[in-house]
T-cell receptor, first 117, second 112 residues
Framework: DARVTQTPRDKVTEMGQEVTMRCQPILGHNTVFWYRQTMMQGLELLAYFRNRAPLDDSGMPKDRFSAEMPDATLATLKIQPSEPRDSAVYFC???????????????FGPGTRLTVL | AQKVTQAQTEISVVEKEDVTLDCVYETRDTTYYLFWYKQPPSGELVFLIRRNSFDEQNEISGRYSWNFQKSTSSFNFTITASQVVDSAVYFCALSEASKLTFGKGITLSVRP
């Protein structure tokens, strides 16, 4: 049963520290998404990649957040320096979108719960 | 801009009651997709259904049913004979260029 995996599942860090979250999409999926979930804002799209190329990162604070896909099996979301307001659950999702297609299901990972003290 | 409104924030029912979760959306696209996801207390997001804008047929899957009405821009979800295991947060979402815009979610509590 193919699943999206995310590490770490929980991360507690102190303000100012660098945080890196990792995601392994489902093999064969060409699109990877990063979402953030908070009580106040709900689920928000931060960035997404298709065929490893960044397509949209307009939801991401550019000064401290960065997202990359070093290869097809790994996506990373980095926060440097972290701040208490970054505390949230970060979800990675992947999907298989044909050219011009947009309606396919996204499969979500279990999330990384980040707490910045 | 895309927008999804889930006006109900919390619903509490007794087991075996039917419950309907409302979803209203806004989009300028003529082709779009609507989704429902479930987030149980364990935190993962579970896909329930996808519907494209050209298919207004209602769908039933076991105790779950969905009513899509383009005329009112609504995509409502009904659980028949609710069970305690249905307790979760339910999200409606709208797809634009493969990006999902989520509603704020509805917390459903089913009491025994």
């Amino acid at each position: 049963d193919a699943r999206v995996t995310q590490t770490p599942r929980d991360k507690v860090t102190e303000m100012g520290q660098e945080v890196t979250m990792r995601c392994q999409p489902i093999l064969g999926h060409n699109t990877v998404f990063w979402y953030r979930q908070t009580m106040m804002q709900g689920l928000e799209l931060l960035a997404y990649f298709r065929n490893r190329a960044p397509l949209d990162d307009s939801g991401m604070p550019k000064d401290r957040f960065s997202a990359e896909m070093p290869d097809a099996t790994l996506a990373t979301l980095k926060i440097q320096p972290s701040e208490p307001r970054d505390s949230a659950v970060y979800f990675c999702a992947s999907g298989s979108f044909p050219p011009g297609g947009e309606g396919d299901e996204q499969f979500f990972g279990p999330g990384t719960r980040l707490t910045v003290l | 801009a895309q927008k999804v409104t889930q006006a109900q924030t919390e619903i509490s029912v007794v087991e075996k009651e039917d419950v309907t979760l409302d979803c209203v959306y806004e989009t300028r696209d003529t082709t779009y997709y609507l989704f429902w996801y479930k987030q149980p207390p364990s935190g993962e997001l579970v896909f329930l259904i996808r519907r494209n804008s050209f298919d207004e047929q209602n769908e039933i899957s076991g105790r779950y049913s969905w009513n899509f009405q383009k005329s009112t821009s609504s995509f409502n979800f009904t659980i028949t004979a609710s069970q305690v295991v249905d307790s979760a947060v339910y999200f409606c979402a709208l797809s634009e260029a493969s990006k999902l815009t989520f509603g704020k979610g509805i917390t459903l509590s089913v009491r025994p």
